[in-house]
């Protein structure tokens, strides 16, 4: 089946830094790949897609691009904001039958701090 | 008004009660789904439902049941509770094409 596997957090930065995030799956086919984004207290909210390769996916300054060489949907953004401290997760879903259904990673911290 | 809702937003429960947490939702999707998070685990799905009289288990489902009673309304059962449950639950929609995953605020249950 599926799977996806995420940086380790947490990861703690200074307002401005730059931020990567890195993730790389495991899939049949040719899956979708999706960042979400969890902020304190909320549900999970999209924050990019790429539905094929060399796709770039972009949103509120964060980057993705989709690498099928390397199976990897590392999340860049050039200046992180106090306001993007939230639990991200990298996600890909399934094929076939099962279209739609996705499988996580386990999530990355990020704090920013002023 | 958000278009996928939860209820009850927070629950504290007793070992070996049964529990029902209810998902409702205004997109007109077919497919819902319920997902568990646990912290350093992600969200791992416990069911899938991709219309009314089609309900799959996902990879966490023993101890759990479902209930699919409209296109909008898909409930989580919990049998009989076991401190292990403890955790947070989601419910989320999508429907094609883009199949994109739009997911509820989330239920803290608790089981003491």
Redesign the interface.
Known sequence: GNS?T?MEGPVTLSEEAFLTINCTYTATGYP?L?W?VQYP??????LL?ATKADDKGSNKGFEATYRKETTSFHLEKGSVQVSDSAVY?CAT?AGGTS?????????TILTVHP | DADVTQTPRNRITKTGKRIMLECSQTKGHDRMYWYRQDPGLGLRLIYYSFDVKDINKGEISDGYSVSRQAQAKFSLSLESAIPNQTALYFCATSDPPSYEQYFGPGTRLTVT
Do not use: A, D, P, R
């Open positions: 996806v995420q979708s999706f979400y207290g909320e549900g999970l909210q999209l897609k997760f879903n279209y739609g259904k996705l499988t996580f990673g386990q999530g």
